[in-house]
C-alpha cells in the first residue's frame, strides 16, 4: 500500500483459475477492522481470473512501527453441486485446502515523487506550429528518360518526312489530273483519254485519304512531343 494514508488506499489482487475446474474462494487477514475486501468469497470459473479489491481504511501512519498485517487466500475445489458456500468451508478436509499468504507492506512516497507527481500535473506548452522553419520541398516533375523522347523526335521526323513525301506525289498527282482534264476537255466525251482520265482520277483518291490520316498523326504526335 502507498501513502499517504490520511485517505483510503485500494490495492487489488488478481486471482486466476488455470485449472479444469471450478474454485472456491476467500480472503482472510489478521486486522478485519482495517480492510474492507470485495468480494471477500466467491466462485472462479476454469481459465477465468477474479480481480479482488483490497481497501485499507485512513490511520496514521508510523515509519517505524512495522506492519504485522498479513492476508490469506484459502481455496478449494467446488462440488458438484455447489448451494452453501459456508457449508463448502465447513465440510472441507484439511488437505483439500489450498493457502496462499501475503504480507501487507507500507510505503510512504518520498520528496522526488512528490515533485514528478506535481510537474506531471501541469499542462504539457504548446509548440506553435503555424510556422516553418524552411521552405516547403518542391513536388519532383515527372517526365520522361532520355532514351524515350529522342526514340519519339526521331519518330516524329520520320513521319513528317513520309507526309512530306506523300504531299509531294499529291502534288504531282494533282497536277497530272489537270493536264489530262485539259486534253479531255479538246477530245469527246467517250475517247479513250478520257476514261484514261476518270481511272486516273479514281485512283488518286487512296493516295489523298493517306496523305490526309497521315497528316492528323503528325499533328497529334506533335502535341504530344510540344
Same mark, same amino acid.
Given at each position: 500500500?502507498?501513502?499517504?494514508?490520511?485517505?483510503?488506499?485500494?490495492?487489488?489482487?488478481?486471482?486466476?483459475?488455470?485449472?479444469?475446474?471450478?474454485?472456491?474462494?476467500?480472503?482472510?487477514?489478521?486486522?478485519?477492522?482495517?480492510?474492507?475486501?470485495?468480494?471477500?468469497?466467491?466462485?472462479?470459473?476454469?481459465?477465468?481470473?477474479?480481480?479482488?479489491?483490497?481497501?485499507? !481504511?485512513?490511520?496514521?501512519?508510523?515509519?517505524?512501527?512495522?506492519?504485522?498485517?498479513?492476508?490469506?487466500?484459502?481455496?478449494?475445489?467446488?462440488?458438484? $453441486?455447489?448451494?452453501?458456500?459456508?457449508?463448502?468451508?465447513?465440510?472441507?478436509?484439511?488437505?483439500?485446502?489450498?493457502?496462499?499468504?501475503?504480507?501487507?507492506?507500507?510505503?510512504?512516497? $518520498?520528496? $522526488?515523487?512528490?515533485?514528478?507527481?506535481?510537474?506531471?500535473?501541469?499542462?504539457?506548452?504548446?509548440?506553435?506550429?503555424?510556422? !516553418?522553419?524552411?521552405?516547403?520541398?518542391?513536388?519532383?516533375?515527372?517526365?520522361?528518360?532520355?532514351?524515350?523522347?529522342?526514340?519519339?523526335?526521331?519518330?516524329?521526323?520520320?513521319? !513528317?518526312?513520309?507526309?512530306?513525301?506523300?504531299?509531294?506525289?499529291?502534288?504531282?498527282?494533282?497536277?497530272?489530273?489537270?493536264?489530262?482534264?485539259?486534253?479531255?476537255?479538246?477530245?469527246?466525251?467517250?475517247?479513250?483519254?478520257?476514261?484514261?482520265?476518270?481511272?486516273?482520277?479514281?485512283?488518286?483518291?487512296?493516295?489523298?485519304?493517306?496523305?490526309?490520316?497521315?497528316?492528323?498523326?503528325?499533328?497529334?504526335?506533335?502535341?504530344?512531343?510540344?
Amino acid at each position: 500500500f502507498a501513502g499517504p494514508f490520511t485517505d483510503v488506499v485500494t490495492t487489488n489482487l488478481k486471482l486466476r483459475n488455470p485449472s479444469d475446474r471450478k474454485v472456491c474462494f476467500k480472503v482472510k487477514t489478521t486486522a478485519p477492522r482495517r480492510y474492507c475486501v470485495r468480494p471477500n468469497s466467491g466462485i472462479i470459473d476454469p481459465g477465468s481470473s477474479v480481480i479482488v479489491s483490497v481497501m485499507l !481504511q485512513p490511520f496514521d501512519y508510523d515509519p517505524n512501527e512495522k506492519s504485522k498485517h498479513k492476508f490469506m487466500v484459502q481455496t478449494t475445489y467446488a462440488p458438484p $453441486n455447489i448451494s452453501d458456500m459456508e457449508a463448502v468451508w465447513k465440510e472441507a478436509k484439511p488437505e483439500d485446502l489450498m493457502d496462499s499468504k501475503l504480507r501487507c507492506v507500507f510505503e510512504m512516497p $518520498n520528496e $522526488n515523487d512528490k515533485v514528478n507527481d506535481i510537474d506531471a500535473s501541469k499542462p504539457a506548452p504548446v509548440l506553435n506550429t503555424s510556422k !516553418q522553419d524552411g521552405p516547403m520541398p518542391k513536388p519532383h516533375s515527372v517526365s520522361l528518360n532520355d532514351t524515350e523522347t529522342r526514340k519519339l523526335v526521331e519518330e516524329c521526323k520520320r513521319l !513528317q518526312a513520309e507526309i512530306m513525301k506523300l504531299t509531294d506525289e499529291n502534288r504531282h498527282l494533282r497536277d497530272e489530273g489537270l493536264r489530262l482534264r485539259k486534253v479531255a476537255h479538246s477530245d469527246k466525251s467517250g475517247s479513250p483519254t478520257a476514261l484514261a482520265l476518270r481511272d486516273n482520277g479514281s485512283n488518286s483518291l487512296p493516295s489523298l485519304l493517306v496523305v490526309i490520316a497521315a497528316i492528323f498523326i503528325g499533328f497529334f504526335l506533335g502535341k504530344f512531343i510540344l
